[in-house]
């Protein structure tokens, strides 16, 4: 007897702190309910979500100065285009990356017949925008009689419209230059298509590659993914870009075609802006906007300059990740020293492009123009 009364004065001496804490909880969890909403998804995504993505790999063989053809064919298990005529068209949906664009533009200006640019005077989210690459024209001048240009008239969003139609219409017009132009061509050429957004960008010798190789209808573009600029790499988890050999059937895409992937492929840099306004606009305008969830504070030039420098997740939250190796490593990013294995152009050019570099994370901010003549200057720490 004197036992149980003994344990349950023990459990009711346990059931006050218990309390207490629960009510704590409750208040932390009333306090930030969103970030805890998203963490929680985030944290158990590898139960719930299976990674999406091609999941045959094909290992990819390269070295600096190595001559692409048949025996390299033969490695990746690919025939040799023979006698073929092809010609390789890079589509790119671009909204204010106008550095990323040149450096793929001069990336892949040896291995590619003609680049189609496509904007919109508005983000996917319906705000207003300038058409960069059309004010910015002369820039390009280089590569002017390889470009085929559209501006895509873009106008806020409808009551119940989601960004996401805004971007699948941009797709579908992307689908309509490439048509029209195809008719160009004579019949016996065959196409070749990088399907790929502006900050995915293949490595020259893998175009080189996929041109001189049979790699069938379409394979995906495995990339070392970045985030603000070359000095931070999440890992090698992007696959959304691919090449297809161009038929009837084809249309221009960012999802899975297929199920093999080439790895190594190239870049993706995500988030990798000259400037802070970009990256206010880029969060505001992304079809995921959601993700901000009314926190404007996520907005503060100085949060999102600390974030760049630090490497950690510019919304604030937990990274999707699709395993827990991912989502570990993901959190807790190195900063890369090293430069090696990057587009030529970017090293070439490396004190213009500092802010994509090792070391390089502070942005610019655009002053006033009424301060000074001049509309860049530094932002300070
Ligand atoms: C984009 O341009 C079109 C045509 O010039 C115009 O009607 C439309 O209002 C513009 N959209 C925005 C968001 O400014």
């Not at 025939?79 to 533009?105: G, H, N, Q």
């Not at 600029?229 to 038929?247: D, I, K, M, N």
């Not at 199920?259 to 870049?267: E, H, I």
């Not at 294995?341 to 970017?346: E, K, S, T, Y």
Request: charged residues 25%; negative net charge; contains cysteine.
């Amino acid at each position: 007897m004197a036992f149980t009364f003994l344990r349950m004065q023990r459990t009711r001496l346990l059931l006050i702190p218990a309390f207490v804490l629960t009510l704590v909880v409750f208040y932390l969890v009333g306090q930030n309910h969103y970030q805890i909403g998203s963490a929680l998804s985030s944290a158990t995504r590898p139960i719930w979500d299976q990674a999406e993505g091609p999941s045959n790999i094909v290992t990819h063989y390269y070295s600096e100065g190595l001559d692409i053809e048949e025996s390299v064919c033969r490695l990746h298990n690919w025939p040799e285009r023979k006698d073929e005529k092809v010609k390789v068209l890079d589509a790119i949906l671009i909204s204010t990356e106008l550095d990323l664009l040149e450096i793929r533009l001069n990336e892949l200006d040896p291995v590619v017949d003609r680049f189609f640019i496509l904007e919109s005077n508005a983000t996917f989210t319906g705000l207003p925008k300038e058409a960069s690459f059309s004010l910015n024209r002369k820039r390009f001048a280089k590569f002017d009689k390889k470009i085929s240009y559209r501006l895509v008239p873009g106008y806020p969003l409808e009551e119940g419209q989601s960004p996401f139609e805004q971007e699948s219409n941009a797709r579908n017009q992307m689908t309509k230059l490439l048509r029209a132009h195809m008719t160009e061509f004579l019949p016996d050429t065959k196409s070749i298509v990088i399907m790929s957004d502006i900050d995915e960008i293949p490595a020259a010798h893998t175009i080189e590659l996929l041109r001189t190789c049979d790699f069938g209808q379409s394979i995906h573009l495995q990339l070392r993914n970045y985030v603000y600029s070359f000095e931070w790499l999440v890992g090698f988890t992007s696959w959304r870009a691919s090449v297809h050999l161009w038929g009837p059937d084809s249309y221009y895409r960012h999802s899975q075609s297929g199920d093999t992937v080439l790895a190594d492929a190239g870049w993706h840099c995500s988030y990798c802006f000259r400037t802070i306004p970009e990256y206010v606009t880029k969060m505001k305008g992304f079809s995921h906007a959601d993700r901000i969830g009314g926190r404007l504070e996520l907005l503060d030039p100085q949060r999102i300059q600390d974030t760049i420098c630090h490497g950690k997740d510019i919304f604030g939250m937990l990274p999707e990740a699709y395993n827990y190796v991912d989502l570990l490593s993901a959190l807790s990013l190195e900063p890369l020293t090293t430069a090696v294995g990057l587009p030529l152009f970017l090293i070439e050019n490396a004190e213009r492009f500092k802010f994509l570099l090792p070391g390089g994370c502070l942005r610019e901010i655009p002053r006033p123009p009424t301060e000074t003549g001049s509309v860049i200057g530094d932002i300070g720490r």
